[in-house]
């Protein structure tokens, strides 16, 4: 059984930053594609950024460039999505997700998911 345990969301205004972690099992953080992805209200699911743990590749949607930088901490099985320079449209419910196969920043390609976190900017 896959767990995915977010933490981390919350208000700020436009241009501050936050930080969301996201901690699993060894065994997953050393197998699966880890992502984060975010919907917004009306809006399809759509991938932010991606890593490989274990290997540290990255990959990030156009929209959050420079912006947002997704990393990892081997000795606690955890990846972060790092926020900064927050805009009002980054508001959504970000997640947390976890594929096996999956082709990243891709939604439909990710089996696990963790409950999601709140980020609201204003």
């Known amino acids: 059984d896959v767990q995915l345990v977010e933490s981390g969301g919350g208000s700020v205004q436009a241009g501050g930053s936050l930080r969301l972690s996201c901690a699993t099992s060894?065994?997953?953080?050393?197998?699966?594609?880890m992502g984060w992805l975010r919907q917004a209200p009306g809006k399809e699911r759509e991938g932010v950024a991606a890593?490989?743990?274990?290997?540290?590749?990255?990959y990030y949607a156009d929209s959050v460039k420079g912006r947002f930088t997704v990393s990892q901490d081997n000795t606690k099985n955890t990846v972060y999505l790092q926020m900064n320079s927050l805009k009002p449209e980054d508001t959504a419910m970000y997640y947390c997700?976890?594929?096996?196969?999956?082709?990243?920043?891709?939604?439909?390609?990710?089996?696990?998911w963790g409950q999601g976190t709140q980020v609201t900017v204003s």
């Open positions: 060894r065994y997953t953080y050393s197998n699966y594609l």
């Open positions: 890593i490989y743990p274990v290997g540290g590749q990255t």
């Open positions: 997700a976890a594929a096996v196969k999956g082709v990243p920043l891709v939604a439909g390609g990710f089996e696990y």
